[in-house]
């Protein structure tokens, strides 16, 4: 018998090994909508909205302000907690124990972190410009900085969170092994991904993706919130290093 064949025998097994399994169609479902939510909708959303911000050939610092990642961002991120509620409403509706389990505890709070960030970015307050001086992101008000280091912390801490949760929640439901095995196949490529990007320079600072690098404005005289972020000329080198590569 082909080696290929074992393989994908073995992958087709639930989790423990058994030949038969069963599974209330509701926690199915509710297993697969929170995957495509918090294992595939949610780290996409985050990493365009730490790696998106300025693109190669956008010409920064003369084009600023590029909406593309925020509208890929908000899309997954807001569909990320729509589909939640789905699946916390499948999970209720099939009798699952919503407290005893660890799967269920961490669960919950992924969900109340994905609820706060839709909250958060809500209140995040005006974004202003240069006309209006006195908007909370152009002025980087202390309104604007606590929303911006408890958003990105929160943000990555659920996406984390959420992977935990899923592996258990594979575990708990008895999953196929080849379920496992993609998402753990589609984690790695994203953090290969993300790690790529790092490299090359690509996380620019938000603020002056936006505004630019000039001094005259009060976000710049700040230094930038997160770690491993770069501006002003660095952003530059990036991608005129990225260009000259592709000579």
């Known amino acids: 018998m082909p080696v290929w064949f074992d393989a994908a025998a073995w992958l087709a097994l639930p989790w423990s090994g058994v030949a038969e399994h069963a599974l209330d ?7 697969r909508v929170m995957v495509l939510a918090w294992g595939i909708l949610a780290p996409v959303g985050a990493l365009a909205a730490r790696y998106g911000k300025i693109l190669p050939g956008q010409g ?6 590029n909406p593309l990642w925020w509208h890929a961002h908000r899309g997954c991120q807001y569909a990320a907690v729509a589909l939640t509620f789905v699946g916390l409403y499948l999970a209720w509706t099939a009798g699952a124990d919503s407290t005893r389990s660890l799967h269920a505890v961490l669960g919950w709070g992924v969900a ?6 839709v909250a958060g970015g809500l209140l995040r307050g005006s974004k202003g410009s240069t006309a209006e001086p006195a908007g909370d992101h152009y002025a980087m008000t202390r309104r604007r900085v606590r929303f911006e280091r408890i958003h990105k912390s ?6 984390l969170l959420a992977a935990a949760t899923i592996v258990l929640g594979l575990h708990l439901a008895d999953a196929p092994r080849w379920m496992a095995a993609i998402l753990l ?4 490529g994203l953090g290969a991904v993300a790690f790529v990007l790092q ?7 938000t603020y002056q993706a936006i505004w630019g690098p000039s001094p005259e404005h009060p976000g ?7 770690w491993g972020i770069r501006r002003g000329e660095a952003i530059g080198a990036a991608y005129r290093s990225r260009r000259g590569t592709r000579r």
């Not at 509701?26 to 297993?31: G, K, L």
């Not at 920064?60 to 302000?65: A, E, I, Q």
């Not at 710049?220 to 997160?226: D, L, T, V």
């Open 25 to 31: 169609w509701r926690i199915a479902w509710h297993a």
């Open 60 to 65: 920064w610092p003369r084009r600023l302000d």
């Open 112 to 117: 109340l972190a994905g609820i706060a960030q």
């Open 154 to 159: 929160l943000g990555w801490g659920a996406v």
């Open 185 to 188: 196949l589609w984690w790695a």
């Open 199 to 205: 490299r090359r320079g690509w996380c620019a600072d």
């Open 220 to 226: 710049n005289r700040i230094p930038p919130i997160g």
